[in-house]
Structures are given as structure tokens and as C-alpha cells.
């Protein structure tokens, strides 16, 4: 839909406005440093449900679910009412010490009874990076307190994103990530990219996984598994462009960190809260119960900054029976750590989620999108389409070269840019255009997703003949 004929001359003037102060102000998350300055910014001024709407009042459905983690849609009451709630009882109260609030006490009770197995301890955090940094320092604390401080490197992989802080992004393994920041080499290491997609491999899916298995075990071998603290691994990568590991993949490297006495920290940023069809995937689809797994984005629905560390028992236990005597303090949190409205805003969110049957939808929906997404892989600029239920990618290429050459990426561009034209908004990533719509859509939106991603394609095809 394009702009309202009678879109007033306020609305115009405001989105230049709204442009201008953009590019003279604003230095965004990953910016383009070549364009800073330049008005060109697209303005998300109003959404709803799947939709969102730039300032000039043209019409997208969101196939990105905001950034991975819009999953309940825009404008949900509910929610709204929820954030709404709390901020009028107690917005605020600081978390410290031996200082709660009703809304954090009361997620983390259900948190615990939704993830698997032993996971019963909830620390809080502001957002996904801050989860994975505390994951990672809680590891050296358990180590540490046991009087093993040498364990504390940390094993990652190659094409995984783990977030911006510091140690998360050091943790990060995508090579367009790295640029001149300064990032943790001493005692952070990257295994193998674990993908496997049987539509392209030239190997087969045992062959791949015993080459990454034995990628992990030299590693750890070279390091010394006596200084290896974790191994902090995405369960599908979904940054790195929605890699899917080979079957067995998961328990297997599980088995290899229970054999060397490695923490196994899962990053289910992505994967939990529905995307999957389940609130945590670990267990029930890759079938592993981690000793961390860390979750933000869908959370909340995207609705407040969440993050939090789910930690087993087992490791609990262990901090608060090692903790030093003189200084038995967990010195690691924030002054926003299970803030009250993000709180109360998750448990409004799993309430929903657990009342509608968000899970059961997406159980039912995930293998349709992806089915009538495969379809475009017969396209000659399609190398291959991948994916798993509601988070999905299509690799574009020219037909030479594959990967992300110039030529593919350019290409990509042109397919999200045609999208984009259509009023579907998709996330382009070097040569690859990823979705991952809120979990609400229905098949009427993913059809429409997949028609204007195939139209594109066929666009983006003639402008090469
Ligand atoms: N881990 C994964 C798998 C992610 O995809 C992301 C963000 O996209 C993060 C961690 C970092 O989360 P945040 O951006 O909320 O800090």
C-alpha cells in the first residue's frame, strides 16, 4: 500500500524531518559509516499486529519480526497493558542483593517450570549480549570457586553471533563482524562452522558431523580440556545465516563436553519462545539439557529489554558451596536486571503464548513455510533455501561462484530491495535474505512472503540475462 493520496503536508514534513535529525544525530546499531550523514534512513513510525508502517505511511509485513524477536505482532493490548500495570505499581526498584520485586520473582518461578530439567535458577539480564556475557562468567566463576581459575577459556564456532558487548563479540565467529574494534583472543577460540544442508553438500551428514566432531576434540586437546571453561554454541546460527547442524550434532558435542568437563551453554536468543514451536528448543528438538541456556527477544515479544540466564542446579549448588567465605558475592548484574515491566511484560507473554497455543501454531505452520519456501530453490539465482520452522533463509547466487562474493551479495540486495518495493520487509545478510516473522502470521502472510520473495527473485533474475 502506498502512501494515503491525501497524506497531509504535516506527515511529509515530518518524515523529512524525522530524517534529518536521523542522519545529523543518530549513530545506529552497525551502521554503514560510509552513509552516516546521509538521509536515507527508512522510518518505522507505527506498526501493527504484522504490519509496520514507514513516515511516509507505506505498508510492510514485518517477515523479520522486528529483529528476530517481535513474535506476539504489534499492538498487543495485552501487553501493552501489562508494561502499562506495572509501571503505574512500581516501575522500578533495584535488583541488588537481597532486594526482589514481584514480577522478577514471579517470571523466574515460571521460567523454571518451562525450561528442561534441572534449569531452575533464572539471573536476569538487559538483552541477549548481556545474557551471553554472564553465562560466560558464570562458568569461570563455578570454576574458579573450585579452585580451577586456569578453566576459563571459552570455545565457540565459526559463523556464530552471540551479541555486542565485548565478550560476546569476541565470542562472535562471522568474519564481516570483526572490524576495528578490539576483540578477546587470549582465551576465546573458534571450532568449525557446524552446518550441514543435504540440498548442496557434496558429503554425507555422517561424514560432516564425525569431520566437526573431530574439529572440537583436537581443539579442546590443543588447549587442554584442564583450561576449558564452556562451549557456547546457538542451536541453529541464525545471524551466521540460519545454519542448520548436522542430526546428532548436539548430543554429540554435549557428550564431548560431558567427557572433558565443559559447560555446555546453549544461546536460544532465537531459538526459544516459540520460533521453534517450543518455549526452549535444546531438549526437545536437538535433544540436550545444557548447563545454561540463555534467552532474550521473544522473552517479551520484543515488547522490553529481557535477557536471562537459565543455570542448572547442579552448577548453583556448586557456586554457592564454593563461594569464598570472606567474599561469598556473585558480583556480576545489572541496574536494570529483570527490570519489573520487562518482567511482567514476559510473564503477559508466556500467559498468551500458553492460552492461544502460539507453540502448537507454529508446530503447524513452520514445516508449510518452509515447504512453499523450498520451492523457490529451483529459481537459478536460488542456491539453496534453508531453514527451521518460522526462521528461514534463501541463499542467493549468480551461478558461478557460491558464498558471498560481490556479485552474490549484490545480488541478495536486489531481491530484498524488490521485497521491500513489494511491502515485505526481509533482512539481507551478505548474500542471503532471512525471515523470521512474527510467530501470529498466518498461512494468508506466509503465502504473501513467499510470493513477493519469489516475484523478487524473478526480478532480480531478468536484471541479469
Ligand atoms: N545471541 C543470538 C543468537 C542472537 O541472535 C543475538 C542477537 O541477534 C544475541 C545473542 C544478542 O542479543 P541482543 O542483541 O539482545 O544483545
Redesign the pocket.
Known sequence: MNAPENQNISDTREHHQLRAADAANLLHPWADLSALGDESAMVIKSAKGVHVYDSNGKQYLDAIGG???ITLGYGNEELIEAMAQQAREMVYYTPFGDMSSSPAARLAKKLAELAPGDLNRAHFT???????DSAVRTAHYYFAAQGRPEKRHVLSRRN??????YL?ASLCGKLADRTLFHYEADFVHHLASPEYDPDIATESADERLSALLEDMESEINRIGAENIACFVA?PI???GGVLVPPEGYHKATLDLCHKYDILYIS?????AFGRLGHFFASEVHFDILPDMI?A??GISSGYQ?L?VVMISDRIIDSIKANAPEDNPVFSNGYTYSGHPVACATAIANINIMERDNICAHVQELGPYFLSELRKLSSSPIVYTVRGHHLMACVECWTGEEAGPTERNIALAQRVDQYCEEAGVLVRPYENLCIMSPPLIVDRDDVDRIVTVMGDAIKRAQRDLD
Do not use: F, N, R
Open positions: 529483529m528476530w524477536c538487559t538483552c541477549g549480549s548481556t545474557a551471553i556464530a553471533y552471540h551479541g555486542s558487548t560476546a546457538e546460527l541464525a545471524s544461546d536460544e536468543v532465537v531459538t540463555v532474550a527477544k529489554p535477557g
